[in-house]
Structures are given as structure tokens and as C-alpha cells.
């Protein structure tokens, strides 16, 4: 490493820092320096008060933080900023991962020059081209994003405890310390173990390939395969099958007629099988020289004897083999495999094809479905029944794939084999067999290969190596499985889809090989020639966040600690006396430790993206309940969508990347957190529009600009709609705390915005413009309610508004109506529908209105509403006829009219109340002077002469029939035009 690396590498650790983002908003930058002095954000344990525990999982640091974590992370941010406000001590930690391949990979497609890789860190990451020297070293990329993403962390307001930072791998005082500790336990509960184990492997790395180390081919693991032998003139033909047991109905063997074979020694056996084949599996087979080769063509025609029947059978040609895939040779059983019976079916439609390549059409003629295996519901030749009633004509058909794998599923779940030897075996059971036998008369063995291409992070292709000395953690221990189970059916999930999802992936987890050979990490303590993996080292750390406040204060003495601190620490063993002595730490601050740990665990809720559920989050609740007492689990996990720009998904190929940076420098924090939340919640994947990024910063402008009118011209005067400004204050309040607390943050954060900026259009308008006594407190409370979504908007608002101290610290707003707030809102939506009745009448009459008349509906119909909200019954029109039945003489078609509307509106009130009819009668009693409140509205909102008057008040018949159709709270409308 150069000096020039090192003292780089010196500033990337450094722990706290500068914010020097570019943002297009002053206040902001302003905000976060006030922050950061004032250690706003940073938690102390307080037994007097409840402790929220909130974190996100700790990013990898190969790149710039984009948009997809901006989602994630921000929903965190919400959560534990309304947390605060709502009087919890919160502790919001962060720290960035080091650790694995990745890094290297691309330090090392950097040293070879690789141009896509340098053209990436230029033009998507915007790394500086001074700096792109120092790239070559995995510890430099790490230590350079850390430093950038740190200032993007400020610059997005996520309100970060950023005392107890930290990063992974040894390059860090005492992370190291901690993660061999957690190895150490977890080896000491029996949770770890070594052995032989197939696991995809990179020949470049020299080591397994995670799912996070791939380019390509996410999700894919090693199969076993059986290998059978057809003998053909003293060489095996080695035919590649996950069905052994459907040896029995073998009609011919498949190769593909371009490919290239090769004749292979292994233990003294000659076998037979693609060059791709013996390339990939040489080292796993135990492969020996290779002595022959040959094209497939050479083959076709010829016959090989069959393992258990003896049977010979032809070689034919098929395309749908892949060469690369098994050994490139595989067995034809078309009464159960559907690209088998197709293949036979093309071939016997196609006789010219087959002379060509010089073979003889009766070769397939005489091939018959063998059956195997009886299965209900499927019938005699399963695959023959299934392609025909698809219409499928091909082998290259891609619904032959789903075919397969359902034939597949049924035969091997419910079907019994019907050949002699195994009658009535099931297919699990006959597939051992099966195996056993061929290994034992040499006709067959066992391998291991994946299912598709898997790419290393270094650019190279894997394959399957069978590894000894592995360490594996024992995630398919059934009593460890149980424990994780109990653990996810009683912690809080959101959305609540996801906990089935959870528990289905515990169900089908495998051991987990955990140790590496190349890469960034932590090196397995008890042997250093293995390093802990990306996955396998981020699962705890949490732990370490109620701790590393204090470790940093001496990290020298931290870098030295030994497993009997954590101990202490985290199981409560051991004498702090005696460690504080041997490690030379003050007894305090051991101690310390161990109340800050008592305090904090569990996490209360970890938020993080479902691309994580199969795969990290799992293995965070494993690790859980595999090493901390049952008090000390996570209690909440929080799983939401992956993001897409402008509707595609994101990606440096498509070259879609939006790094948090760029969006910051484009739109501010504010409306980047807006636009983020407003998109999507649950497990719907956020779309991320620039157009929506806009409208989002223009309400933040319009929002500063309304609070600084409210500031400056709020009188101490009341207005006709402070009553109602309050009371839907109130209500929005109500709505944004409901949905937070069920992590709902885009139904929360619409409330905030839009929700009250439509109270705050409708008051105004009502209030005709004046600013009154209410608009004071709703701008206290809107403040308040936005700042978990756009906190640097409601501390500058804060500020404006002349309030003391930090926005982001003040107490949820409390309700300040009462009872009366339902009757309030209801009379106002009323009113609101009723204006826009009016508008449409208008909208509809010929020549100039010079005046609106609004009639009153008459007393008998009143009577009748009555009746109706009195009722129990649902039905309006039979409460009438039972109760009232002399009404009905008056027109029962209004009757049913007055029910229609009054069926209307208690469905309007029931969002507002529990006894909606009460509010309806309620607002039924006090109609006049809602109609006079309407008229004066009217006459002033649409500058218009309204009046009001009694239907019986009609005169001339074109009024007297408009006034006829009043109804209660709904009065006939009659304008008088010229
Ligand atoms: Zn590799």
C-alpha cells in the first residue's frame, strides 16, 4: 500500500466528518450542521423512560448509496423520528459493511483493465479519476464510499446516533473482536460445523460464491445429479439425470449432434461425456487423462446397453440438450418427461432429417412410452398427455419447462413405481435405491452441478466444488429451525404477508457454508485460513451498537478485548472486577456496557428491502435466537418493496442509476424524501419519477411560504372556520399516527402533505382569506406532523414560526377537540358537496345566472329522514313503512329518494364516527343554518345573489317542480338566468 493510500484510507476512517454534499437548499446544509453540534440525534440509555431500538441493515460499501436505499432507509427515518416525538428514547445507529468479495472483485477487474469497470466508477459513481489508482486496493474503495456516503447519510436527514459508528472486517479497531465472539458462541451452542459440502465456487477467488458475490445467478445451488452408465464398446456413456428412477422406461439416449465429446479416464474406467462436462467436473469426479474426443454426430445411430433392464438402446440426436448443463448427455423417458416425447415425436415427424445424418427413420419408429411410475390423477403416459393437450410441437418450447417441473412435483410427492422390482415403492424411496445400486455395480455415481450460469463478482464463470474443511452454519437444525419459528410467529411484522414468507424461507434453509478463502473480513479465530463471509458476519451487530459508543472512546484497548468481555457483556457471565484487571479497562466502564446492552435489546424494528428475506433477514433472526437469552430477540422487522425509476428496474447496465447524490443535488433532501415515501408502502416495489420529485419540492416551497403568511399575518381574531380548521387538524393528525404505527408510510406521509394542505386550501377559502386565531395552531401541528417525512422544511418552518428549540425534538401534537370534531368535519364535508352541487347546476344553465334560489325540503319529508335515522333498520323506505306508514301517501318515489340520500350520508359519517346516523340527525337538526352558511358561501364564492326559501314557497311551475325535489340536506336548486 502507498503512503498516498494510507493517509487516504486515514480519512475514509474517520469516524464523524464534514457535510459538504451539493444541495440546492441552503437551509438545509444549515440544519444539518445544527444537528450535528447540537448531538441532537444521539441516544443515552434512560431506565425512566421507553426505549425504541430502530435500525437498517448496514450498507455495502462498493458504491454510492442510490435511490433504492434512500427508500429503505428514509421509511427507517420516518419511523424513528415520529417514535421520537412521541416521547421514546430512540436509537437509531448506523455503521457500513466491509466485508466479502465484491470489492476485490472489482479491485481486481480494475488490474486487468477492465473498461466497463473503470467507465462505471467514472461516469455512474462519479469517482474522481485522481483517485481511480487507488481502486486497485479492496481497503481504499471501501474506505472512499465511506467517506462519500456519510455526507449523503446528513444530507438525507436520516437522524442518525453517530456516536456508536462503526465499519467491518480487521481493518477496524475491535469489529473483528466482536464477530469471533459470536463465532466462538455459536460453535459453543453447536451451532457450527464442518464438513463435505458441494458449494458454488469461484476458480478465480479460489473460494465459495455467495449469493451477494455474483454478477449472475442469484438464488442458484448446487444439485445432485445421478450419473448412469450405458456401456458402448468397453466406454461408459455417462447420461445425466435428477430422475434415477426412471431408468426403468429408458427408450434411447440423447446428445446433442454438434456437440464435442470427450472419452475421459476415471479410476481405471473409461467414460464418456461433453468436453464442457469434463472441463467443469474434472476436478470434482476425480478425472483423469483425457484420451479421446469426438464430434456427436459420430455417435448417433449406434446402441448402448442399459443399466437393470440390459436393454440396448439407439443414441439419437436432440436439440434441447446443453452440452454445458450435467454431462451433456442425457436418457429418454417419454412417457414421463415432456422434451423427451416431443423430441421422439419430432424425430418420427421428420424421417427426411434423420437420413440425412445418415440414420435409419425405423430407429424411432419402433420407440414406445415405457411406463414407470402410477400416480393419481395422471394418467397412463403422463408427459404424452401433458404436451398433447398444450398443442405443444417443439422441443424448444418454453412451456415444456413448467410441463416438467409439475409432472416432476406429482410423480415424486404422491406416485408409486409400478416396475417389478420397486412395485409400490414411492418415488423418494426408489430414487435411493435406485442410486445405491448403480454405485454398487459401477453403473453410475452421484455429482454435483447448478442449474443455470453463475458469474463471480471477478467476472468468472463458477462451478460446483466439493469442499472438506467447509464450516457451515447448522441452519437445517430442526430444534434451531423450531426456536426461529416461535420467534417469527410472535414478533410484529410488517406487512403482515411477509411473516408466511418468513417462515417458508426458515422451512426450506440449508446449512449455510460461512467461511472464505479470499476477500475483505474477519478470520474464523480457532482457523485464520478461513475468513467469515458477507452474510454470515452482519446478522448481530446490532448487539454492538448498544456498546461500540463506548469502545470508540479507546479503541486501542478495544482491539485487544477477548471473548470472556462480550461474556459479560452481552450473556451476563463472568466478573467485571476480574476483566476490568486483565484488559486493563475500568471496571465502570465494563459495567456500562452491560446496562447500555440491558437497556437497547432487542431491536424493536429492523426495515429493509425483500430482496433481503430469503437471505439476510433470515439469518439475522437465526443468529438471534442462536445466541442471545429470549429477552434479548428482535421484536419487529419491517419488509418493503425494490425500487424502479420511471417504471424500469434500476441498473448501471440499463443506465438508470441514480445515486442519492444526484438526486439531492437535483431536488434537496426534502422533496427526494417525499418523492421516495409518497411512492409506494407494504410490498409494493416504489417508482421513483423526476416529475414527482418536482412536485414534491414545490410543496415543500408552497408549505415555507404558507407557515411565513401564518407567521406574519395570523391575527387573534375567530373566524367562521377556526372550528373546523382545528378539528381536521386534529383528524389528519390522527390518520398519519395510525398509519406510522403500522408502518404504513406512504398512506402517513400523503396525510401530512396533501391531506393537510386541503385543509388549509378549504379554510382560506371559507375564512375568505383572512388568516385567523386556528391557522396558529394548525401551522404548529402541521410542522410537527411533516417532520418525519421532510424534517429540514419543519425546522426552518419551526424557526419561521419563532418556536424554540429543534422541530425534530418537540411532542407529537395532541388532539385539541373534542367530541364535537366529528359533527364539525361532517358539516363541512356536507357543506363541501352541497357547493359543488351548486357549480354543477350553474355549469348547466343557459344565458347569464343572475340568481340562485335554494329550496328547503318540506316538514314531511323531514319527518321522514327522522324516522329513517332513528331506525335500526338498514333499509330507510320499509323503517318508513313500518313506523310512519301515513308518510308514504304523501310520494313514496321521494320516500325512496330521502332514503337514497340519507343511506349516502351515513356512509360519509361512519370515517368519522361510530354512530354515524347520530351525526347525520345531528347535522339534520341544524339544516337551516347549514343552508343559510351555503347561500352566503355561494353569493360569495361564485359572486352570485343566492337566496333561501321553503319548497312550499315556489311560485310558476318550472320552480314550483324544481323546489318539489328538495330533500333533507339536500335542497332543490333553481337559478333565475336572463
Ligand atoms: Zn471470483
Redesign the pocket.
Known amino acids: 500500500m502507498t503512503d498516498q493510500v494510507r493517509q487516504l484510507l486515514e480519512q475514509g476512517f474517520r469516524l464523524g466528518g464534514e457535510t459538504t454534499i451539493s444541495s440546492p437548499k441552503p437551509y438545509e446544509a444549515k440544519w444539518i450542521s445544527r444537528w450535528r453540534v447540537d448531538r441532537v440525534f444521539e441516544a443515552h440509555p434512560d431506565p425512566g423512560r421507553r426505549k425504541f431500538f430502530i435500525c437498517v441493515p448496514y450498507s455495502y460499501q462498493n458504491g454510492p448509496l442510490h435511490l433504492g436505499h434512500g427508500f429503505t432507509f428514509t421509511r427507517g427515518d420516518a419511523v424513528a423520528r415520529y417514535m421520537r416525538m412521541r416521547g421514546y428514547n430512540v436509537l437509531f445507529p448506523w455503521a457500513w459493511h466491509w466485508t466479502g ?1 465484491a470489492v476485490a ?1 472489482t479491485s481486481e477487474r480494475l488490474k486487468k483493465g477492465d473498461e466497463s469497470v473503470k467507465r462505471m466508477l467514472l461516469e455512474i459513481d462519479g469517482v474522481p479519476e485522481s483517485l481511480l489508482n487507488n481502486f486497485t486496493h479492496p481497503e481504499f474503495i471501501c474506505a472512499y464510499y465511506t467517506a462519500e456516503n456519510r455526507k449523503v447519510v446528513d444530507a438525507m436527514g436520516w437522524s442518525v446516533d453517530w456516536s456508536r459508528e462503526f465499519h467491518t472486517t480487521d481493518l477496524h479497531p475491535y469489529y473483528s473482536r466482536f464477530i469471533e465472539w459470536q463465532y466462538h458462541v455459536l460453535r459453543r451452542n453447536g451451532l457450527l460445523v464442518q464438513g463435505r459440502h458441494p458449494v458454488v465456487w ?1 476458480p ?2 479460489q ?1 465459495a ?1 455467495g449469493d451477494h458475490d455474483r454478477l449472475r445467478g442469484e438464488g442458484i445451488y448446487p444439485e445432485e445429479y445421478t450419473m448412469v452408465f450405458f456401456e458402448l464398446d468397453g466406454v461408459k456413456l455417462a447420461a445425466a439425470t435428477l430422475r434415477p428412477e426412471t431408468i426403468f422406461g429408458v427408450t434411447n439416449v440423447w446428445i446433442h449432434p454438434d456437440g464435442v465429446y470427450q472419452v475421459v479416464e476415471r479410476n481405471g474406467v473409461k467414460l464418456l461425456m461433453s468436453r464442457e462436462a469434463v472441463a467443469k467436473l474434472g476436478e470434482q469426479l476425480g478425472l483423469g487423462k483425457v484420451v479421446k474426443e469426438m464430434n456427436g454426430h459420430e455417435l448417433l445411430g449406434k446402441y448402448v446397453r442399459s443399466p437393470f433392464t440390459g436393454r440396448a438402446v439407439p443414441i439419437l440426436p436432440a436439440k434441447f440438450v446443453d452440452v454445458s448443463l450435467g454431462t451433456g448427455v442425457v436418457y429418454s423417458v417419454p412417457a414421463h418427461a415432456p422434451y423427451d416425447y416431443i423430441a421422439v415425436k419430432e424425430l418420427r415427424n421428420n424421417p427426411g432429417h434423420l437420413r440425412e445424418k445418415g440414420l435409419d427413420p425405423k430407429l424411432v419408429e419402433v420407440i414406445q412410452p415405457i411406463k414407470v411410475i402410477e400416480t393419481p390423477g395422471l394418467g397412463e403416459h403422463p408427459a404424452v398427455d401433458a404436451v398433447e393437450k398444450a398443442g405443444i410441437t417443439s422441443q424448444l418450447d418454453e412451456r415444456l419447462e413448467e410441463l416438467t417441473r409439475e409432472i416432476y412435483s406429482k410423480e415424486f410427492y404422491s406416485g408409486k413405481m409400478v416396475v417389478e422390482e420397486f412395485r409400490d415403492v414411492s418415488v423418494s424411496v426408489a430414487r435411493e435405491k435406485v442410486i445405491e445400486r448403480l454405485k454398487q455395480n459401477g453403473d453410475g455415481d452421484v455429482f454435483y452441478d447448478l442449474s443455470g450460469k453463475v458469474i ?3 467476472g ?1 464463470e463458477c462451478i460446483v466444488k466439493i469442499v472438506d474443511d467447509q464450516w457451515f452454519l447448522n441452519f437445517s437444525n430442526t430444534e434451531w429451525k423450531a426456536r426461529v419459528k416461535r420467534l417469527i410467529s410472535s414478533m410484529n411484522v410488517y406487512p403482515e404477508a411477509a411473516r408466511t414468507w418468513l417462515l417458508n424461507v426458515v422451512d426450506w434453509l440449508h446449512d449455510w457454508a460461512c467461511t472464505r478463502k479470499t476477500g475483505l473480513g474477519t478470520r474464523l479465530p480457532w482457523d485464520p485460513s478461513w475468513i467469515i463471509e458477507t452474510l454470515s458476519d452482519s446478522t448481530i451487530y446490532p448487539a454492538l451498537y448498544t456498546i461500540s459508543k463506548i469502545l470508540n472512546k479507546f479503541p486501542e484497548k478495544a482491539a485487544k478485548l477477548g471473548v470472556e468481555v462480550f461474556d459479560y457483556v452481552f450473556l451476563g457471565l463472568g466478573d467485571p472486577r476480574k476483566l476490568a484487571e486483565k484488559y486493563g479497562l475500568e471496571q465502570e466502564h465494563l459495567e456500562s456496557m452491560r446496562r447500555e446492552f440491558l437497556y437497547w435489546y432487542g431491536v424493536d424494528l429492523r426495515v429493509s428491502g425483500k430482496d433481503l428475506v430469503a437471505n439476510h433477514l433470515t439469518f439475522y433472526l437465526f443468529h438471534h435466537t442462536g445466541i442471545f437469552e429470549e429477552r434479548h430477540w428482535p421484536r419487529g422487522v419491517a419488509v418493503n418493496g425494490m425500487i424502479t425509476i420511471e417504471g424500469n428496474k434500476m441498473s448501471k447496465s440499463r443506465g438508470n442509476f441514480v445515486t442519492l447524490k444526484q438526486a439531492l443535488a437535483r431536488h434537496g433532501s426534502d422533496a427526494t424524501r417525499l418523492a421516495l415515501l409518497l411512492s409506494a408502502e407494504d410490498l409494493d416495489d416504489p417508482d421513483w419519477r423526476e416529475k414527482a420529485a418536482e412536485e414534491a419540492g414545490a410543496f415543500v416551497k408552497n408549505f415555507l411560504t404558507i407557515i411565513e403568511k401564518i407567521a406574519n399575518e395570523a391575527s387573534d381574531d375567530e373566524g367562521p372556520c377556526d372550528e373546523w380548521l382545528l378539528a381536521a387538524t386534529d383528524r389528519s393528525c390522527e390518520i398519519v399516527s395510525e398509519n406510522l404505527e403500522k408502518l404504513k408510510t406512504r398512506s402517513a406521509c400523503s396525510e401530512a402533505v396533501y391531506g393537510m394542505l386541503n385543509n388549509w386550501r378549504w379554510y382560506t377559502r371559507r375564512n375568505r382569506d383572512r388568516i385567523t386565531r386556528a391557522a396558529k395552531v394548525f401551522a404548529e401541528k402541521w410542522i410537527l406532523i411533516l417532520s418525519p417525512f421532510a424534517p429540514f422544511a419543519a425546522e426552518e418552518a419551526w424557526e419561521k414560526l419563532g418556536k424554540k428549540g429543534y422541530a425534530s425534538l418537540q411532542e407529537w401534537p395532541k388532539p385539541s377537540t373534542g367530541s364535537e370534531r366529528g359533527r364539525v368535519i361532517f358539516s363541512e364535508m356536507v357543506l363541501e358537496s352541497l357547493l359543488s352541487d351548486v357549480r354543477e347546476v350553474l355549469g348547466l344553465v343557459k344565458g347569464k345566472p343572475v340568481e340562485v334560489k335554494l329550496y328547503r325540503a318540506a316538514g314531511w319529508k323531514h319527518e321522514a329522514a327522522k324516522v329513517m335515522l332513528s331506525s335500526q333498520e338498514s333499509n330507510g323506505f320499509e323503517a318508513v313503512k313500518r313506523n310512519r306508514p301515513e308518510l308514504l301517501r304523501q310520494d313514496p318515489s321521494t320516500i325512496r329518494k330521502i332514503a337514497d340520500n340519507i343511506r349516502d350520508l351515513t356512509q360519509k359519517a361512519s370515517s368519522l364516527t361510530e354512530q354515524p346516523a347520530a351525526l347525520v340527525a345531528q347535522l339534520l337538526e341544524k339544516e337551516t343554518n347549514l343552508l343559510k352558511e351555503l347561500a352566503d358561501f355561494v353569493k360569495h364564492e361564485l359572486n352570485i345573489e343566492t337566496t333561501l326559501h321553503g319548497e312550499e314557497d315556489a311560485t310558476g311551475d318550472r320552480e314550483k317542480t324544481k323546489a318539489k325535489q328538495a330533500l333533507p340536506l339536500k335542497p332543490a336548486i333553481y337559478v333565475v338566468a336572463k
Request: a neutral charge.
Open positions: 468479495e472483485g469461484c478465480k477467488c473460494s460464491t463471480c463478482r471477478s468468472d
